[in-house]
């Protein structure tokens, strides 16, 4: 840090002090998600959270949650140096929660940004102490309060990025002096001691403030930890419970897939035990329908052999009888003609007599 002197010559020589200042901690990008949200997978027990992805299709087993970009805005006056100078505190924080984030408090899915402002306002505080403390030194009164108010943004942002929570911050600190209206930070350097000697006399004072001010913070945060603890051990008994009733399930599910295997195959053997009944019944059918026509023409061909056997047997008797007809006729001609014969003779022999 510059010396008192070497900072009073270079103002009584008429420089710009604000270009001796250091630039400090680089500006810090968030880099939010504007349609970040969040989709729960929720059928039966089993539950799962993930990203919604670029296509997606909504099912009546979703629910989507957006995960908005939230401003949380802090406003604090500080009085410094027994009311010496105040400082009027302007801190934006501008958040949005992340899956990591979400998957640890899944039970606050819906008010997930109020969640957080409640969970680390206290934290918040605790950040802004530590940097006003800083200012004890008077130091920011030649430098100004540029480094102090990008350091403690940048401080608020590291904090909610480690517990998975993207930030910003934009801080300002505006400060008066109730014996100096008209100093400027960076410029009127010369108040410095004035300032410095009043740190002097409240210097134990503040000190036993800040013992008892860690000691506060160190009991705050040791309930804090217990609490996230035992919040740690009810989650993972909650996941271990679901996980057991995802299992089950699981289970429930492979047994029915496994039934309605097995009842389909006695249903395949049943169908092709009737087909092969039907195919039998139908063989036995066209069986007993070929022997039917089989029989019939037998009787058919039986009657039409009977039919020809009478029609021989009755062209048979007729011949039979036009045998014995041509038989009598011949019989009674030769009978004739011996009789004609006879005549004859005995003719001849009468006229031979005479």
Not at 4 to 20: F, H, S
Not at 95 to 120: D, G, M, P, S
Not at 302 to 322: C, G, I, W
């Amino acid at each position: 840090m510059n010396q008192p002197n070497t900072e009073l010559e270079a103002w009584l020589a008429g420089d710009d002090l604000w270009e001796l200042v250091d630039q400090g901690p680089e500006d810090w990008v968030a880099g939010f998600d504007a349609d970040r949200q969040l989709v729960l997978f929720k059928l039966g027990p089993f539950k799962r959270l993930f990203l919604r992805p670029p296509t997606f299709r909504k099912r009546f087993y979703h629910q989507l949650y957006p995960l908005a970009i939230q401003t949380w805005p802090y406003r604090r006056q500080i009085q410094l140096f027994d009311d010496f100078c105040t400082l009027d505190l302007q801190l934006d924080i501008r958040f949005q929660a992340t899956l990591a984030y979400v998957q640890k408090n899944a039970e606050v899915l819906a008010t997930i940004n109020r969640h957080i402002e409640q969970v680390y306002e206290s934290v918040i505080e605790d950040k802004i102490n530590q940097a006003l403390g800083q200012l004890a030194d008077g130091s920011w009164v030649q430098n100004g309060l540029g480094a102090h108010e990008k350091r403690l943004a940048v401080s608020v942002c590291e904090t909610l990025t480690q517990q998975y929570i993207q930030a910003e911050a934009v801080c300002r600190m505006q400060v008066s002096f109730a014996e100096f209206p008209d100093v400027q930070l960076g410029r009127d350097s010369v108040y410095l001691h004035v300032l410095k000697k009043t740190f002097e006399f409240s210097q134990q004072k503040q000190a036993e403030l800040e013992r008892q001010q860690q000691l506060a913070q160190q009991q705050t945060l040791l309930a804090k930890q217990e609490e996230l603890e035992h919040l740690k051990q009810l989650a993972e008994m909650q996941r271990q419970i679901q996980l057991q009733e995802a299992e089950a399930q699981l289970q429930l599910l492979q047994d029915k897939e496994q039934q309605m295997v097995w009842q389909r195959e006695v249903e395949r053997r049943l169908h092709a035990a009737q087909c092969q009944h039907e195919q039998q019944l139908k063989e036995i059918g066209l069986d007993i329908e070929l022997r039917a026509r089989q029989e019939q023409e037998a009787r058919h061909r039986l009657a039409e052999t009977q039919l020809t056997t009478d029609r021989l047997a009755h062209k048979a008797l007729l011949a039979d009888k036009h045998t014995v007809a041509e038989i009598e006729r011949q019989t009674t001609a030769q009978d004739r003609w011996r009789g004609i014969s006879t005549f004859e003779g005995e003719r001849r022999g009468y006229l031979k007599d005479e």
